[in-house]
DNA sequence: CTCAATAAGGTACTTCAGTATCTTAAATTT
DNA sequence: AAATTTAAGATACTGAAGTACCTTATTGAG
């Protein structure tokens, strides 16, 4: 009882980006296994490689389906409460993923085109926003030191392989960022 | 014309550790194989996996063994300069071995006890001393304050895979821990 | 000196990412 | 509607980390 039924394109596509899904709940990226993957799409793992290079590239496609960054950054009314929210959103994304993450920075080439586009984004509308409205200087600081909560935040999510705590992030912020950003 | 004669113990595990580290000198970290250690050393995988459990776990103990870290703690005469120095030797060691040290960051649990030592040590000596000679106040900042030009350097060096810069390390220290510390 | 305990060396195995090759269904062209 | 092109699916392979298990040289205790 063969079906002979050939999806192809991107229905075939997203079956297998669902399939990847529901395979990263519940095995995590390390235990993902392209052949489990393409076993739940119902193909196999010739058609997953045709389309992404490696595993960390499907994955990557499947976080990107199904876990798209907010459309807007945070708008809290004072640059502080700015970014606590980026890195508390930063947090909670790593919390729901974090081997995912980490699998994706340590295997992927290019962790800046591929990670941390969204952050910086939010990152500059914040700071443009603290400069209107006159919170710090008029002047864009260096970007070492804007990136500078985002980066070490990312650093030790890395390090520590857990999501950040509400007093880390308060830290970062209130020890390291705003004294950059305000002298 | 089978040798018989076995090399047991400290002997053996040494000419293990100078196969390893002669072998990554050929192929680097990512290249580095296990059958080609032991073959290198005249023994087999079983030997290397007996001593140690994993492939990061016999390449650490190989740098170790090679590679110690350099005995006193820089005295420049000024916190500034110190950091800079700490910087520059955890660049320049990461410029030996880029590829292991990134390999270690990903593939060990315990980043902090393997690979942040010395530089940590380093790092408080020089804050005590610019403490003592009045360059900063009186109370040794958070961890997270004085940690940070290190920890930004390791993170910017795993993400973009090359050492850092001179640049980069003035930016780092006078952009960033300088200010922090200073204030 | 003999014998038991330890650990070295050898061989074969398992697992999984990624590749190669072939067959055939489906879409496209004429 | 037949021919051609595209790509899905199946199967088998390669390469390397790590494991299992066995044989035997070396150590060292009595």
Redesign the interface.
């Known amino acids: 009882m063969t079906i002979k039924s050939r999806r192809r394109g991107p229905l075939l596509e997203n079956a297998i980006l669902d399939a990847a899904w529901a395979e990263l709940a519940v095995t995590g990226y390390e235990g993902l296994r392209m052949d489990a993957v393409a076993a739940r799409a119902g193909t196999s793992k010739t058609v997953l490689y045709r389309r992404w290079p490696s595993r960390v590239e499907l994955v990557l496609a499947s976080l990107r389906k199904n876990s798209a960054a907010p459309a807007v950054a945070p708008d809290e009314g004072n640059l502080r409460d700015d970014v606590v929210a980026i890195l508390t959103w930063l947090s909670d994304r790593y919390q729901s993923f974090p081997e995912i993450m980490r699998g994706i920075?340590?295997e992927l080439?290019d962790?800046?085109g591929n990670i941390t586009q969204s952050s910086v984004h939010f990152m500059t509308i914040a700071m443009d926003r603290a400069i209107v409205r006159g919170e710090i200087g008029p002047a864009m600081p260096?970007p070492?030191?804007w990136r500078?909560a985002m980066?070490?935040a990312?650093?030790?999510m890395?390090?520590t392989?857990k999501p950040l705590q509400a007093e880390a992030i308060a830290?970062?912020v209130d020890?390291?960022f705003m004294?950059?950003v305000s002298?």
Chains 1, 2 share one sequence.
């Open positions: 920075m340590v080439p962790v800046e260096s070492r030191v500078v980066d070490l990312r650093y030790e890395f390090v392989r830290e970062l020890l390291i004294p950059l002298s």
